[in-house]
């Protein structure tokens, strides 16, 4: 069973950047399709980007798209999430996601992820 640990969350003002880090605790992770979502106060969770076994194939959701990037470098048994240019409205507790099941595109449904992190808060003022 993998374990992820999400870091790199916390506070930022509107127009910053914070970059997360998805660590996975098993090698065999790097064959892992990968996710971050996010959840507000009183909200859904949400699907905000995608990746991948090779980060080849990513996915945004388009409230996110040309601000966030999805990123992963295995040979660290790592995924990253970069976000750029933060609204008040990305404020949420964001969660990494590893989907289990070999596949050539980014996993866009909730229910494909097998293995969650914990979450990590971000918060942006205006």
């Known amino acids: 069973q993998v374990q992820l640990v999400e870091s790199g969350g916390g506070l930022v003002q509107a127009g910053g950047s914070l970059r997360l880090s998805c660590a996975a605790s098993?090698?065999?992770?790097?064959?892992?399709?990968m996710g971050w979502f996010r959840q507000a106060p009183g909200k859904e969770r949400e699907l905000v980007a995608a990746?991948?076994?090779?980060?080849?194939?990513?996915y945004y959701a388009d409230s996110v798209k040309g601000r966030f990037t999805i990123s992963r470098d295995n040979a660290k048994n790592t995924a990253y999430l970069q976000m750029s240019s933060l609204k008040p409205e990305d404020t949420s507790v964001y969660y990494c996601?590893?989907?289990?099941?070999?596949?050539?595109?980014?996993?866009?449904?909730?229910?494909?992820?097998?293995?969650w992190g914990q979450g990590t808060q971000v918060t942006v003022s205006s």
């Open positions: 990746i991948n076994w090779r980060g080849d194939s990513t």
């Open positions: 996601a590893a989907d289990i099941q070999l596949s050539r595109t980014a996993s866009t449904s909730e229910s494909e992820y097998d293995y």
């Open positions: 098993l090698r065999t992770a790097r064959t892992y399709a």
